[in-house]
């Protein structure tokens, strides 16, 4: 079975400064897709960023970018130039690739807090 | 992106009374949705997976008479807690998957669904 650990609980940084949130995972799987999400205080989940297994190249999403290192099992989200408007609850996510597949498995969170 | 509606939005009931939650997708269908369950300050927990057309997939340790799961149609799921009690206050979540022809599908989620069993 997959697992997704997230070892950060709180992470604070000041605004517009860069933050790195971590997370591994532990799959024998090849193909596979990891997602952060963010949760905001309205509880609503949004997806911050995706990288699909197969791809070498990080994703990118403005000012998120992710350092998929695949054969650590490793997938750390970067938030530049942090906002206010960042701090929220952020989930990595693990899902199988493959059709039927779509169930996501969370990490624990880590809570982000951005200070003025 | 596609829109996932949930309702109510807040719910406190009596124990041992019947709560059903709703799960629609409000512009597009889903063969299937997700039901999640997140206690304060913790990770959103899978608890079942719901199937239209035929019956849901639970999670180890879920009680399937408990938590009954009904995908009425294309765009509806409902969640019904019977039997509820003070332990089952919790925050739901349902997300679904928007149809694709490849195996990628994004999946959008609900507001969430509070209730509180007193």
């Known amino acids: 079975a997959q697992t997704v650990t997230q070892s950060q609980p709180e992470m604070s940084v000041q605004e517009a400064e860069t933050v790195t949130l971590s997370c591994t995972y532990d799959?024998?799987?090849?193909?596979?897709?990891l997602f952060w999400y963010k949760q905001p205080p309205s509880r609503q989940m949004i997806l911050v960023i995706r990288q699909e297994a197969y791809k070498q190249q990080n994703a990118t999403e403005n000012r998120f970018s992710v350092n998929f290192q695949k054969a650590a099992k490793s997938f750390s989200l970067k938030i530049s130039d942090s906002q206010l408007g960042d701090a929220a609850m952020y989930f990595c996510?693990?899902?199988?690739?493959?059709?039927?597949?779509?169930?996501?498995?969370f990490g624990t969170g880590t809570r982000l807090q951005v200070f003025p | 992106g596609a829109v996932v509606s949930q309702h109510p939005s807040w719910v406190i009931c009596k124990s041992g009374t019947s709560v059903k939650i709703e799960c629609r997708s409000l512009d597009f269908q889903a063969t299937t949705m997700f039901w999640y369950r997140q206690f304060p300050k913790q990770s959103l927990m899978l608890m079942a997976t719901?199937?239209?057309?035929?019956?849901?997939?639970?999670e180890q340790g879920v009680e399937k008479d408990k938590f009954l799961i009904n995908h009425a149609s294309l765009t509806l799921s409902t969640l019904t807690v019977t039997s509820a009690h003070p332990e089952d206050s919790s925050f739901y979540i349902c997300s679904a998957p928007t149809p694709t022809d490849n195996s990628y599908n994004e999946q959008f989620f609900g507001p969430g669904t509070r209730l509180t069993v007193l």
């Open positions: 719901s199937n239209e057309g035929s019956k849901a997939t639970y």
């Open positions: 799959t024998s799987e090849s193909d596979y897709y």
């Open positions: 996510a693990y899902r199988s690739d493959g059709y039927n597949t779509d169930k996501l498995i």
